[in-house]
Each structure stands twice: as structure tokens, then as C-alpha cells.
């Protein structure tokens, strides 16, 4: 068999709204099936490359997952004067573990995912992802729902990154979007700690879930930060808050940006630097808005919930 | 993982036309790859089942390919008093030869399909469609170009199949589909002998290429008969025509079909008996004119092309 | 402004069944709105030119409408001897009246249609569908519910031809294709009248509910005959029954098909004649199994629905 | 008929790549057809409103065209310190004019656009774009290629807004990206003015026409600012360039932004101010390396192109 494939005839569909779909060209399907929890398609699109599809959402791709991955873990860590015990909720594919342990100063990394077969097929055909970073000592892996392993964890951390999947009605992470679970969060980073949250859409149009979750961490912590950045592989731009009783990443110069990267992270970050970090933060006036006028607390009671 | 997969999101995509685009749902994605001389691809349908696609064509679907390989064998075959020796071009997934085997006049059928990887693929995947029929003592089967086989055979045959991918500009086929190719299956079969063949869509919009064949063939043999029946997977009616210098199946009654079914074939057609033989050679004034009209001779120099 | 259009950007979707939907590409939207009853659409498709959608479901199209038309229309009619008095339940594009009105024994033709919206945008939008038939002096229409109309009318015709849409779930149609309906028919019809309808897809793989009204059809009436046509605009064959107490169009044999033709018909039929006829009533032993093997009687308790 | 359409059985296929086509639900097509230059559609979306599409490509929506034409028009408008005569080529839809005449220094602004049927279109169908801008004394409309038309005038302006649709291959505004054409526009600036352009996608993996024109810029200007915005219809962020031979926009503080917009102009922007104006210049660091490694002048005999 020949290595090209001039096929156009398989597509994933992206259903982006009621109102609007993607057509993906796939070229090749290397995993399809269901696991415990979800429907698992590892697909090789002609445009982003290896795609890993949890219930038909694209969760990163191959070409950009890098853009994602940094935006969500960086600023929290590089905001942090110091984080040595991390905590990551979700994170299967296992990349937001390597962005954490790219970080000198990191004694453990405990990642908590509700999905074991995820993560195994992640190992398995993921390793770009990865990079073998469940293998690094410092790494701790649990299979477990991340919220009531927190609950019961009488730890106490620097960093918690929350990167789970959307929250969809019927999916495994709707009551990890909610003011109740952030009330935990912040118990277990204390005064000094910040956690970071990958934060669904953040567009004009389509920016309720990411305005409903900053106003509600507002709530929740003194500092909270919404952040934006364009992952082309989601056809947008996705949203990202911090939050902190203490610490506020709008206060750090890209300079010091920089210079914590030189001296504290052991990789070449591709997206990520000073600039960088200011662009992110710098929302455009009719979203700001949007931050504004958007009050809503969401709750156990009243979860949101993604298209 | 679970059994059943709710994704809504891998299509295949046919393009019928350029006007005309059917996208059926991909359950599972069997095979996928490239042979010397065409794209493979083996997929679950939820509409149609399993189906076999080369260059993005669908050949044949689990769902449905006993009509289409009853109608295209055994009008010739029960045609024929007494079927001995039968020749077979393409026919890749083996389902041809299956109802070629299953008359028990048969002592040698003669397959010869050009493409050795698609072969193994059918062997492999599709047992449902060619039933061991590879295995059987009087199965001979050829990787080669079946016009040129032919060309250089001595042997005579009582029935020539043909059963070929689409006439495709840069495809494997197009050449068989020539007045020139059938001048040479009409020396193989003599006087005596009969020959059918897929001869592409054959509805109102549709039928250049069925009424060309069927004009080609009437040049080339005293009696040449075309015929239709429905395919569901190829979201249409399907021509087929039957060519021999002295035998016309639309002189067998359907009860002398029926009994010589009874008589001669060692399984259950589930879809050809006397009645549907009337049925597929009675065709609607509409489309009889435009067999009528189509004068067209098929030539190698000038031979058709598919969309 | 030029005359042709390149643009390739529009699309109608024709959602067949979950599992496959099919994109017709548009040359122009003609016409979009909602009736007090149904979304309405006319739009020229590349492939089939000028289209009716009712509900998103093409109702007829310019190239083959002929094809449907004449075969609900003609095998009732030419199978009655002398078909004075006609009664039409939906028929909205006028087509079905056209073809009613081409015979010169009818000397009355009620149409009852309840969409008066949609047939004054046929009456505008489409006349070479209608060729004026609505000003026939024989044709009289009316706007209202067809079992109502019929319940509550006096009159008895020799043939009734049922032309609705699909019995979607909260369509008008939904209570027009059960055995009650089809009681009332029965009593309009008298011993020697004639119905025929038009009675939904009729394909291997989908023909559950054409078999459910042929069985209905059988257990009111004496006679009751299935038959198919291809219609390229529906993308496969569609199936018809006539009904009645004494009429069986399956004994009219082909050459009296075409001197009935010949003396009763003042225009040219295109698709029907004689063989096509005989063409119609022949259904390959598939689908004969599945009439067969379909018991379900359609009642207003439990009606049919459609996709 | 009702006001509401519930049909979701029209769609528009934006083609993006070969490899990636969105489609958008269509709930009224308001015109269709072709001017002299290119196919042009005025449709409403259900997720982006009314959008005008040249030759199937969308050029701005009703739900987000502020965002884009402030962008394009504002960071120059506002870094100039005293912008009296505006020349903008293209600008069919008259919003990029009315953002020119909201500034209360302007005396004269000249819009020169090729396609006068789409500009009458946009005047009869796009009364939300223009705000009949058309119709200020200020504005000079012509229908002439802007190219020759810049050549052949004696003009000077202080700010050239350049507002074309993509360099498609056909298309009508493939010379207008080109060095031969900048240096035409340099001259009409002298040292004081001040250009901006739209410059195409500006995306990681879909950036190469924008980092191509930013080069280009940088080669004929002595100052060259590429910019981005995120525009939802587009799916994407949208790039841009100021370039000038003295005014660089990012030397200009976000508070004096706002105290210019404050003094200078007359109504309200929706996206643009201080801020916003940072964050477009803010580009972040996978970007600023490809807009450093891109070389390429583009020149009237190798012109870019747009899929």
C-alpha cells in the first residue's frame, strides 16, 4: 500500500451550534470506540493532524495542542514564586502533566482523571502528547473522579490546573464547573496557592460558559483573570481563567515573565513568553463587556452545560 | 469499552454528481489504505452495513449486495442450457464467484481481477460476501488485466462476467469498457456462449453510460439485453446487460427461470427467481427511449468516463 | 447580471434517515416561507431543476415529476372503463389533476388540498406542473381537510387518488393513511370504483411503511396491488397501491394498457405505457417477501409516521 | 405564513481548505446572483445574521462586522494626529467609510471600489453596514479599479484604507497586494501618512498570505505593524497592516487612544479603545516567528493567492 492517501471522502463533523458545523477531512481513524464514560475517536484529520475526540468534541490536535497546553498551564505556574506540589484534574492526554514537570521546582505532580482507558489509549497512541511524562517519578496518577478525590485528600497545593472536558449534559465533568467544587479548590491552595481552568469558548457570540465561570470564580477567590487564546483546531478562541487569593498574573511584566522562564522552566516553550502572556490578558473591549454584564453564579443546583 | 458507539460524527462522503453529494454515517472504519492501483477503503455503515469503497466509490454493501450479484450472474447464467466453464473479470470481493459456484454445472470459473492487495483485503474482511468461494477446487483465480488474460487465453467460455470497477479516467477499468474489449469476449465465447455486465446508473438524468454500453454491445452481438434493478447503497437503479450471439433471456419464461433455479443452483437466491427476471428486463418508456437514442459506440480511443 | 451561476455554496439537505443525508446543490431559492400547515420551499436544485419542499421533504421536481405523477395517476384510471367522476385528496402542485384531466371520460374532478397557501404558490411558481389545469372547467377545488370533506360529502366517484404529503408526526397528512380513512374511501368508491395513493418509499431497507399500507389497503378492499416507480428526485423507488372492490389493474394486460391509452388519453404520456405498466406490478421476490411478511393494519390509534 | 422558519434544510458551505468546510445554517436567502466581477449572495444566517458572500466567500456579517471594520479602519485613523483626506480602495459594503466619517476631522473621503452592482446591492440591502455614509457630503464614491485610479490621481491622502476582497485567482483584487501596488500608495502618503489593509487569515497554519503581505509592507515602508483580530463569521482571526513611512501605531499609549477616540471621533466604537488596541499589536510568540521567517516580497508576477 502506498504512503499517500488522495482519499477527500471521510469527514469528521464538528457540530459547533445548532446552526453551524465543521466538516474535518479525515485520513485516517486510529482508535474508535467507547470507553466507560464517553465515546473515544483518535482520528488523523487532514488539517490539525492526530485529533483525540472524547463524545465527538476535538480535545487537541496534534498541530496545536501545544498553544492549549501551555495557555493553560503557564501562566498559573510562572505566576506562582515557587510551585512545587501541583495538582492537575483531568488532563488525559497527558500533556498538561509535561508542561507542569518541564518546571525545575516541581517535587509532585499528582493528576487525578476520572478516565483510566483515555489515558491509556493516550499513552498507548498520544506519546507526542505525553512525552512520557507519566513515567517521570515525580508523577502520581489516580483514576478517579477529581472532585471527591480532592474532597478527601488532606493536601494542600500550590497549583491546581482543572482541564476537563466540556460540560456536557449527560458527561463525567458537569459538577467540576461549579461554585461548590471551586469552594474546595480553593480550601486546598490556601492563602498562597492559584489554580488555572481551561474555560470553554471565549467569543463574541458564543461566550457564556467562559463569562459564567470567571464571574463565579470571582465569587469564589479575591483575584480571578480570564484569558483568551486561539487554538485553530477549535476554530476559535478558547478561554482560560486564574484565580487566587494572593496572586495575580496581569502583575507580572513580560520581562519577569521571561526571566522566570529562563531560570525555571528546563524546555523551549513554543507559544508561550512575556508578550505572549500580556496578549492573552488583553481582552478586547466588547468581551470585556461581556465579563461585566455576565453575573451568574453557577452551581451544583444549576450547572451550565456545552452545546 | 461499551458495544455500541452513539457517534454521530465520521461521514463518508459519495459525490454522486457535482450537484449531489450523499453522506452516510461511518460506524467503524475497518480498513483504510491504497493499493497499486486504487484507494481502499473498508467501512461499517449505519445505513447500509459494511461496504467496500475504492476510490471513493461504494462497490458493494453487506446490506444490500445480493441484489446486485444475483442480477448481475444469474440472468446469463440460467440464460445458458448447460454453464460449464465460466470467466469472471474483477469481481474483487469474491460474492461473483460465489453465485457463479453455485451452479452446479460449474466445473472451472476463471477469475481474474487485477488487483492482488483488494483480493486479500475481500478474503480478509468480507467473508459474509465471498463465503469461501476463493477455496472451492473449481475457483482459478488470476491477478492480471482481464483484457489482457483474456487476449492471450486460448480457452472458451459458456458465461463471461464482468464485473469492473467504474470506468474512472486514471482507473484500472477503463478500457474494459470498449467496443474493442468486447470483440475479444465474444471470440471467447463462440456462438453459443453469453456475457453480462455492471453497466453503471441507469435512471432518468443518469444513463449515458448505461445506454452507451448497451448500444456498444447491440453493434457488437446479434442480442444484447439490458436490464435494471435497485441498489439502495448506490442510492439508485443499477444497469446491467446480457450480450450473446444466440441467447435472449427475455425469451425464458419465468416459470422455465424458476425451474431451472430449482434445478441447477445449490442455494437460496434471495432475491432472483422467474418474476424478478420479468420485472428487471421490463423497463419504463422513458429510459427504453433513451436506449433507443443512444447511438453512442464506446471505443478505446474515445471510451467513457465515471463521475 | 450574468446569466449562469458558478457559485457552489448552497445546499439543500435532504435528511433521509439518521444515517444518511444526501446535499442537493441550489441554484436559486425561488421562494421561502411557512403556510398555516408546513414550511414551504422552491427552489431550483442543479440536479433536478425546480423543486417543491414541503417540510424539508421534496415534493416533486421539474425533471421527473413526470415519472410520479403518471404513475399515481394512470394505472387507476386506465384500469376503470370509464372514469367520469374523480376525486383528488392533496395533489397541491396540479399535476395530479393535469394527469386526471388528460382523460377525456372525466367529467368532474374534485381536488380537496388543505394547504390553499401552497396551491396558489403552485399556481404561480410551477405551471409546468399544473398546464392550467386548476381552470379546467371540469376540475373543482377546494381547501379543506380531504376525510372530513370526503366523510361529510354525498357524492360517489369511480376513482379517488390520494397525492398527500408524508404522514409526519405533526404533519396534516398523519390521519390520511389508516384503515379509517381508508373505510370512507371504500364507501365513495362503491363496488366498481378505484383508489390509488402514493404510498412512500418502497426499498429494500426501507419499506416499512409502504408494506404496512399495502397491508391496510388489503385488509379493506377485495384487491389491493403495490407497485414501484423510480424517482430520481427521492433518490430511490417509490410505491403506490390501488384498491378496490372489483378493479385489478395486474389483469390488464399490456397491449389493452395502450389502446386504453390510445382512445381515452388526449396527451402524450412519457413515462407510461403498456410494458411500463406491466414493469410497475412486477416486484423482484425481496420485497414480495416483505409485503408478504408485513401484517400491520395503520389505524388512527396507531398511525404511521415518517423520517 | 408565519414569521418563523424552523427549516433546517438550507446551508452554506464556506470552504476553508480542501481539508475543512463549515456550514452554515441559512434561514432566508435575500439576494442572489452576478455583477460583472464576481457571484454575490446576501444571506441570513442563523448564527452570524445577514451576511454579503462574493464569490462564495463571506465578507462580513450583520453580528460582527463592528469588529472587523473598526479594526481595519480605527489603529490608523487614530495614529494619524490629524486625518483630513481618506482614499479607501473597495469598501464595498460602506461600513469602512462610515467608520472614516465618524472622525470629525475628516473633510473628504474618496472611496474607490471596481463592482458597482455590489456597492448598489449593499446601499439597498446593507442599510446596517453604511448607515448611509453614501449619502455624506464628505464622500466621493467611483467605480474604477483603485489601482489605476491611485496612479492616475494628483491626490494626496493622509490615510489609505485598503479594504479588498481575497486575491483569488480570477478574482478582481489579485494586483492589489503586490509591491508595485504599496509603492503606488506610498507615494499618495508621503511621509506623513498612513496605510492599513486587510491582510487575510493570520492563524497558526493558515498565516502565510498575512506574514507575505507584512513582509512585503515592511520591504516598501519604513514602519510595518501586522495586527489581528478575532472575527466569529470568519472563523478565525482576521490579519491586518498599518504601514507608513513615520506614524507607528504601537508608540502610541492605549490611554491616548482613548483621549483621541474621546476628541476625535463622533460616535460609538463597539470593540476599539485603548486596550483593544493593545491586544491586537500584542502578537504572540509562534506568530512574531512567522512573520520573522517570511521573506517573501509579493510582486505583480508572483502574486498570492487565496484558497
Partial sequence: ????????????????????????????????????????????TAGFGVCLVLDGKIQSS???????HEALVQPAMLTHPQ????????????????EVLAHKTVKKAVMVDIDEEVVNLCRRFLPAWHRNAFDDPRAEIHFADARKYLEQSSDRF???????????????????YTREFYEIVKQKLGRTGIMSVQAEPAEWKNSDNFTAIASTLKKVFRIARPYRVHVPAFLGLWGFVTASQSLDPTKVAPEEVDARISSRVSKRLKSYDGLTHQGMFTIPKHIRQQLAANKRIITDKEPISAY
Fill in 83 to 98: 510551585p512545587e506540589r501541583v495538582f492537575i484534574a483531568g488532563g488525559g492526554e497527558g500533556a498538561t502533566l509535561r
Fill in 62 to 68: 496534534e498541530a496545536d495542542e501545544f498553544i492549549y
Fill in 1 to 44: 500500500m502506498k504512503d499517500s492517501d488522495p482519499d477527500k471522502h471521510k469527514w469528521f463533523s464538528d457540530h459547533i451550534s445548532p446552526d453551524l458545523t465543521a466538516l474535518h477531512r479525515i485520513k485516517e481513524t486510529i482508535y474508535s470506540g467507547r470507553s466507560k464514560f464517553q465515546s473515544v475517536d483518535i482520528i488523523n
Fill in 158 to 176: 500550590d497549583v491546581i490546573i482543572i482541564d476537563l472536558v466540556d460540560p456536557l449534559e449527560q458527561g463525567p465533568a458537569r459538577l467540576l
